[in-house]
C-alpha cells in the first residue's frame, strides 16, 4: 500500500454499569441494526436487522472447548466498550482504487459465572451493508492453550429463503451451484454424482460451504460469509431444514478437533451482509475492510496481469501434462520415452511467449514442465514433485531469456498434489529457483487428498499452510495464484501478493466434465468471489468441438459472454485460456482481451441477480476509461444501460462485443457482432443478451 | 566406508520344478533351520529351528491391504531363488572394525491363484545366529501404489517363555522392563502408572515393543526384532497369552493405515536371533547385517567422541532450560525478564568447555540455549522454537570462538517437541546456523505429542521424518544424535552420521522420577541396544541427594558400575553427564571416562545373562589396549575373568575402578577402590560386584 488517507474519529466507552444491567447491548449504522444479548441460561445471542426487517432472527453465540463442553452458556456481561471508525485506504490493486472502512463496533466482554471463570469477548463492526463479528479470547490464567471443538455460532433465518448453494465438502469448493428454498438444502445426492471432482469428503448432507448467498421471500439479499482466516479452520454452515437455522459447522483435523488457539487469540470474522438491493452485495468492502491491512512493506514489485499459457490444451486432452505415456514407458537405460505429445515443450512454449508479446499480453503460465506427471494424481503420494526438475524437452534457461527478450513474464507451476509437507520441505527451493529463472508468479496446486493424511483442505492446518505459502512466496517475492486452497476471505488485503484463488468450479469443468451451466457465472459473483479474485479462466473462443474425448462437449456461453467475463468476475490475474489458434481466427474479438484491464480505479455494478443476470462497469486504473461486461443465464436478456456513471460533457467510444442476432449457448455460441459508437453520460446502451449470452463494451475517453 | 572386503561367492539357482511340487522350501546354516511351505489354504507360512530344537513354530505371514482383505492367503509357489553370501565389511565406527557378513537367502516367489493374481516375493536370510526374512512386492499390473491395513506375521513361540518386555506403545520406548512369562504379559496397568513418561498411546494391553528378548524354558535365548526400518511403520507385537504366539502390530498412521508403498516395494526385515548363548545374542551382527551399506560417500567427517554438557544440571533442578520463569515475566518492554537460573549462559558454558578441554573431552552439549523454553512442552503447539534464535545470555559467536580456541566440539541441541513439521520447514536453516558457528554435531527432540496430529513417533510418516533429518545432516556434514525417535532397527550402518539414538529409558529417569531399577542396565543390551547404539548418559558420580525436587532421590547403581556402563552400553557419543563440581572430587575415577574409547576394533561379550548380569571387554580402535565392564543387578556378584582374549606372551597393566568391599547401590553408592595390577593373557581376574554395582577395567599394553 503506497497510500493510506485514514480519517479516524475514533470514541471507545467503558459502559460497564450499562451493561451489567441490561444484559444487552446494540448498535446501529443507517438500516443495519445489531443486537447482542445473553439469554436466561447466560447464553450469548444476537440479532441483525435491515431496513425495519429481521435479517438473522436472535442466534446463539460459543464453542464447546476440549475440556469445556459449556464455553456457550453461563456468561455474564462483564461490560462493554464501542468506537466508531471511519477511514479509507487504498488498495494495492483491485476493484475500486480506495476503500471506505466505516463501522461502530461493540465489544461485549463476557464472563463465566461457574467453573474456571473464563472470559470471552465477542467483537461486533457494524457497517451500512452488515454486521461482522468475531471471538476474541482475553489472556488469563485459566484459558492458554486451548481446543475448540465445536464453534455453535447460529445464523437464525427469519424465513424459508432462498439459497445458492454448494455442499459443505471438507476438501473441495468445486461443485456447481443449487438454487432451492432452504428447507429443501440436501447435499447427499450432489455430492455422490460429482465424480468430476477429485476428492470428495461431505459427511454431513445438510452442510453447506459459504459464502452463502441468500434471498428472503420479502426480496432481502443476504451473504454469509467469513473475513480473515488464516489460523482456524474454514466454517461451513450446517442447515437445519425446518427451523431455517444455520450452525457453524468447522471442518474438523486429523483427530476431529477444529482448532487450535493460544490466548490472547480470536477467531475470523463471521459476516452477514445484507441489502434490499444485490448490486450492493457485490459492492460491498466490508470482507475486505475486515481484514488487516497489508503485511508486506514493499509491493511495488505486484503487477496485476493477463496471461496464455501452456494449458487449456492439456484440459481438452490436445496435449498432455506428461512427457511419457506412463512411468513405464522407458528406454533401455531406463529414461522416460517421450510420447510426442507433450504439452511443455520449449517449441510450443515459445509459441505461447510469441503471441503474448504481440498482444501486450504480459504473462504465459506452463503446466506439465516439471517431471513427475506419468504418476501424479491418486496415489496420496508423498514424494511427487520437486519443483526444480523440468523435463527433457522443457529448457528452462532457454525459456527464461527468450521471454526476457520478447518482455513477457513466465508463470510457474507448482502442483503439490496435496502433498502439502512435500511442498513445505521444498517451497523454499522452488522460489529460489523461480528467482534465479526470473519466474514473477507461481500458480500452486492441491489435486489430491491431503497430506499430512487425516487433514483436510479447507482445515486449520492447511489454513495456515496456504498463507505460509503466500508468506514465503512474499519473502521472495513472488505473485501467487492458489489452486485449490480454502476459498478466500479477503486475505488479498493483508498478502497482497496473494492474487487469485481457483477454490471454486472454473472454467476447466467444460473442458474435462458436463460443464457450467449458463446461471453459473451470475451465482459466482454473489458467493465464491465474495472472499476474492478468481482465476476463473474465461476467454474460450471455440466453444463446441474442442473436446478429444468427447467431441460433442461445450461451454454453456457465447462467445460474447467469455468476453464479458473478464469485467463481471474480477481477478487480477486474467487468463486468456483458449488455445491460440483459436484466438488467431478471431482477433477482432480478441481486441476486448488485449484492452480489459486487470486493475480497476472504480466499480459500478449496474444490474445483478443471482443465478439470472449481472452487468457490472469498471473504470480502467490511471485512465477515463470504461469496460462493462452484462451476462446472462440460459435465458436471453434485452436491457438498457444509462452511462451516467461518465465524466459529463465528455465524449467516448464504446465498442461493443455483443451476441450476433441468431447467437445462443447451445446451437450458435460463437456468433458475434462488434460496433462501435460515440457515447455520453447521456447515452443509453440497448443490450440484446442470447440465451447463455452476454457483451462486453469498452468505452474509450475521445 | 573407507575399505570394504568381499568374499562373495553367489550361485542363484531357480528351482522352480522343486518348488511346485513340494510348497516348501528351506535353508541351513550351522545350527539354524528355516523352513518355508504354504499350508493347504495356500498360506505362506515358516518355521525356526536351532540346534534341534524349535525356535519359531510355524507362523503364518502375509497382508491385508487396502483393496485386498486377503493377501496372506490363496498363493501358490511359483518358484525359488537360493544364494549364499560371505562377505566382510568395515563399518564407519563401531564395537567392531570388520563384520563378517555370511548367509544362506531363498526367495519364496508367491502368486495369489485367484482375484488380481497378485504376486509376493518372501526372502529369508538364514545366518549362523538367526534368521532375516521381509516381504517384497514385485512390480505387477495390479499392484502399483498400494496401502497396508495389517501385516499378519507371526512369531508362534514354542513355549510360554520368559520375556524382557516394555509395552507397545505408539509413542514411547521408555517404559521400565518388565520380566514375565508370556502368558502374564498384560501392559495395562504399568502404561496407567508409567506417568513420567509424557506421551503415552498403548491401546493393545496385550502389544509389546521390539526388541524383545526371550528366554525358552529349556535355554535358549530368542530375540524378535527388525532391520532397516526406513519407510515403513515399526512392528510392535501382539501377544497371545495362551498359545505364546506373537503377531506383528504395526503402529497406525492418522487414518489408521499401517503403511503406503509403491511396488517394487519392500518391508524392513523381520529378525529372530537365537542361541543357546545369551552372549551369542549381543554379539550377533545379523541386524546390522541386514542393513544396506553407507549411503554416505564421503563420511571422514565422522567422528565418534565423548562429551559433557549443559543437561544433568537441568535434570535435577538445579538450573533451568528456559530463560525467564514464565511466559508472562516480563519487563515494561515485554522482554523476558532474566530468572538467574538459567544454564546455558556463556559463563557456564564456557566453564563445561574448560572442563572439556583440559580432560580430552571432545565435545560439549547445550540444551536451552535457542528461545522458546517458558513454553514449550504439552500444549501440542506447532511453532515453538525456530532453532536459530539464542537467548540473550548464550553468546553463540563467542563459545564458537571460545570453543574453537580450546580445540573442543558444540553440540546443539534442536528440540522439536514433537512437532515435525515445524523442525522440517526449519532443518535446512538449523544446519546452515550450524555450520556456520562449526558445530559438528545436533541432539534432537520429540517430546510431545507429534504434529502432524495423529501420527505417532513410531509411525511411518516419523520414521521417513527421522531418515530425512539423518539425510538432511548428512548432507551439511551433521552427526546426528535423535532421542524419541523410532528406536532403531541398524540404520547406522546406512547413515553412519546417525550416531545414536536415546529411544529408550535412559539414565535422566534417574533425575527426574523414580528412576531406573538395578537390573536396567542388565537388559538394555538385550533389548534397546540390539538396534543400535544408545545415548543413554552414563556417568553420574553423586549418586544421591542430587535432586531439588526429592532429595532422598538416588541412581539405582554403585559408581563403579556408572564407569562400566561406558563399555557395556555402546554408544559412538557417550556423555559424562554428572555436574564437573562431582567429577571434580573424584579425578581418580574419572580417569576411566578420560581413557575409556568410543570406537573400538573388537569386542567380546564374556558373560551375560539378562536381567542379571553382563561383562563385556572391547579393545580400543587401533591400539592394542583393552577396556572391561562388569555390571550386576540388585544382586552382588563374583566373577572370575580370565583375560585370554589379550595377546600372548604380552604384558599390560590392568587399572581396575571396583566397587569398595562395602559399596552398595542403595545404602553406599559412591564408594569405590582403584588398584592397578600387571596381567597377561594367562591372567584371571576376580571381580566382586557389590549389589547394583559393577567394575571398570582398562588394560594398557605395556
Not at 59 to 83: C, I, M, Q, R, V
Not at 503 to 531: C, K, Q, V
Not at 591 to 600: G, L, M, R, S
Amino acid at each position: 500500500m503506497k497510500k493510506v488517507f485514514v480519517y479516524l474519529f475514533g470514541m471507545v466507552i467503558f459502559n460497564h454499569a450499562f451493561a451489567q444491567q441490561n444484559k444487552s447491548i446494540s448498535a446501529s449504522m443507517n438500516k443495519v441494526k445489531l443486537e447482542f444479548m445473553l439469554d436466561d441460561q447466560g447464553r450469548p445471542t444476537y440479532s441483525v436487522g435491515y431496513d425495519g426487517k429481521t435479517a438473522i432472527k436472535t442466534s446463539h453465540l460459543g464453542f464447546t472447548l476440549a475440556d469445556d463442553s459449556t464455553f456457550y452458556k453461563g456468561f455474564k456481561l462483564l461490560g462493554s466498550d464501542e468506537k466508531q471508525v471511519d477511514e479509507t485506504w487504498t488498495p494495492v490493486w483491485g476493484e475500486v482504487n480506495k476503500i471506505r472502512n466505516h463501522y461502530k463496533q461493540i465489544t461485549a466482554h463476557l464472563q463465566q459465572t461457574s467453573g474456571m471463570k473464563r472470559s470471552l469477548d465477542i467483537v461486533f463492526r457494524v457497517f451500512e451493508d452488515g454486521v461482522g463479528f468475531r471471538y476474541e479470547f482475553p489472556k488469563q490464567p485459566d484459558l492458554n492453550y486451548f481446543i475448540i471443538t465445536n464453534e455453535v455460532t447460529e445464523f437464525a433465518l427469519a424465513a424459508d429463503d432462498k439459497a445458492f448453494w454448494i455442499p459443505g465438502d471438507y476438501d473441495s469448493n468445486e461443485y456447481k451451484y443449487s438454487t432451492t428454498k432452504i428447507s429443501e438444502i440436501d447435499n447427499q445426492k450432489i455430492v455422490a454424482e460429482a465424480t468430476d471432482i477429485a476428492v470428495r469428503v461431505a459427511p454431513d448432507r445438510k452442510a453447506v460451504q459459504t459464502p452463502l448467498m441468500l434471498k428472503s421471500p420479502d426480496g432481502m439479499y443476504i451473504n454469509i460469509h467469513e473475513a480473515g482466516l488464516i489460523n482456524y479452520s474454514a466454517m461451513q454452515l450446517h442447515v437445519d431444514n425446518s427451523t431455517y437455522k444455520l450452525t457453524a459447522a468447522l471442518v474438523p483435523d486429523a483427530v476431529g478437533n477444529k482448532a487450535y488457539l493460544h490466548a490472547p487469540d480470536h477467531t475470523p470474522w463471521r459476516t452477514v451482509i445484507v441489502s434490499n438491493k444485490a448490486t450492493d452485495i457485490l459492492e460491498s468492502k466490508l470482507i475486505l475492510n475486515l481484514n488487516d491491512p497489508s503485511a508486506l512493506e514493499n509491493t511495488s514489485w505486484i503487477k496485476p496481469m493477463k496471461f496464455v499459457g501452456v494449458w487449456w490444451e492439456m484440459q481438452i486432452g490436445k496435449s498432455t501434462w506428461s512427457y511419457a505415456k506412463s512411468m513405464d514407458d522407458v528406454d533401455a537405460n531406463g529414461k522416460l520415452k517421450p510420447s510426442g505429445i507433450h504439452g511443455a515443450n520449449t517449441a510450443n512454449v515459445k509459441r505461447y511467449i510469441d503471441f503474448a508479446a504481440k498482444n501486450g499480453i504480459q504473462g504465459v503460465l506452463v503446466e506439465g514442465w516439471n517431471v513427475g506427471w506419468e504418476d501424479w494424481f491418486g496415489n496420496w503420494k508423498e514424494n511427487v514433485f520437486d519443483f526444480v526438475t523440468p523435463y527433457p524437452d522443457f529448457d528452462v534457461a532457454e525459456i527464461t531469456s527468450y521471454a526476457k527478450s520478447k518482455g513477457v513474464s513466465m508463470i510457474m507451476h507448482n502442483e503439490t498434489s496435496g502433498s502439502a509437507t512435500n511442498y513445505e520441505r521444498q517451497m523454499d527451493t522452488a522460489y529460489r529457483f523461480m528467482n534465479k529463472y526470473g519466474y514473477p508468479s507461481v500458480k500452486t496446486g492441491y489435486v489430491g487428498r491431503i497430506i499430512p493424511r487425516g487433514e483436510h483442505h479447507d482445515g486449520q492446518w492447511m489454513v495456515q499452510h496456504y498463507v505460509r505459502v503466500a508468506q514465503k512466496a512474499a519473502e521472495h517475492h513472488v505473485m501467487l495464484d492458489a489452486h485449490e486452497p480454502m476459498r478466500p476471505t479477503g486475505l488479498q488485503r493483508t498478502y497482497p501478493n496473494w492474487m487469485a484463488c481457483e477454490a471454486g468450479r472454473g472454467n476447466e469443468y467444460n473442458a474435462f466434465s458436463t460443464g457450467n451451466p449458463p446461471e453459473h457465472e451470475t451465482i459466482m459473483p454473489f458467493t465464491r468471489l465474495m472472499g476474492g479474485p478468481m482465476d476463473y479462466t474465461p476467454g474460450i473462443f471455440k466453444l463446441k468441438g474442442y473436446s478429444t474425448a468427447e467431441p460433442t462437449r461445450q461451454v454453456h456461453t457465447t462467445l460474447a459472454k467469455q468476453l464479458a467475463l473478464y469485467v463481471t468476475l474480477y481477478s487480477p490475474l486474467q487468463m486468456a485460456a483458449d488455445l491460440l489458434e483459436n484466438y488467431e481466427g478471431h482477433m477482432d474479438a480478441f481486441q476486448f482481451i488485449k484492452d480489459v484491464p486487470t486493475d480497476w480505479d472504480d466499480t459500478k455494478i449496474l444490474e445483478a441477480e443471482p443465478g439470472d443476470y449481472l452487468t457490472t462497469a469498471r473504470k480502467a486504473k490511471g485512465t477515463d476509461n470504461w469496460f462493462i461486461g452484462a451476462i446472462t443465464d440460459e435465458n436471453s436478456r434485452n436491457t438498457v444501460l444509462p452511462l451516467t456513471f461518465l465524466d459529463k460533457g465528455k465524449k467516448y467510444e464504446a465498442t461493443i462485443y455483443a451476441d450476433a442476432a441468431n447467437s445462443d449457448w447451445k446451437n450458435n455460441p460463437e456468433a458475434y457482432q462488434i460496433k462501435k459508437v460515440t457515447v455520453t453520460s447521456s447515452s443509453k446502451l440497448n443490450l440484446k443478451l442470447a440465451a447463455g449470452g452476454g457483451a462486453a463494451i469498452s468505452i474509450k475517453a475521445l
